[in-house]
Each structure stands twice: as structure tokens, then as C-alpha cells.
């Protein structure tokens, strides 16, 4: 009976992280038109493939990952 009664809530919660969690996955292999808010087709892996070749990523990646293990040590 209480889980009966905590399911709106538990369904609720997981609407609110399921849905944009969700979202940013499709929006991650499409290329998005932020003026009209529309996908304008499915693009697969290239977008993650322009950004992992990309140097200013690859170093802001590297000091993130540097400056969270530094902060991990301490």
C-alpha cells in the first residue's frame, strides 16, 4: 500500500529525469536547427566525431579531467 501511494511521486521524478536525459541523447546524433527548435536529420556519430578532433576540446577535456582528479585527491 505506502509504494502504492509513493508511485504518482516515483513516476512524476522519473518523468522529470527521464524525458530531458532522453532528449539530449536524440539531440546528440542529429543536427539541430536552434532557430526553428526542429532536428533537421539524424547525423549518428559525426557530431561526436568533430568534437573528439577538435584541439580545444581534447584540452579543456584533459584539464577537466586533471583539475577533477585533483580535486578527488584532496
Do not use: E
Amino acid at each position: 500500500l505506502g509504494l502504492l501511494m509513493v508511485a504518482p511521486a516515483l513516476l512524476f521524478v522519473a518523468a522529470i529525469y527521464v524525458y530531458p536525459a532522453g532528449f539530449t541523447l536524440l539531440l546528440s546524433f542529429a543536427q539541430f536547427d536552434l532557430v526553428s527548435l526542429s532536428i533537421k536529420r539524424f547525423v549518428g556519430l559525426a557530431n561526436f566525431q568533430s568534437l573528439f578532433n577538435n584541439p580545444a576540446f581534447l584540452a579543456a577535456l584533459v584539464r577537466t579531467v586533471y583539475f577533477g582528479l585533483l580535486v578527488a585527491a584532496a
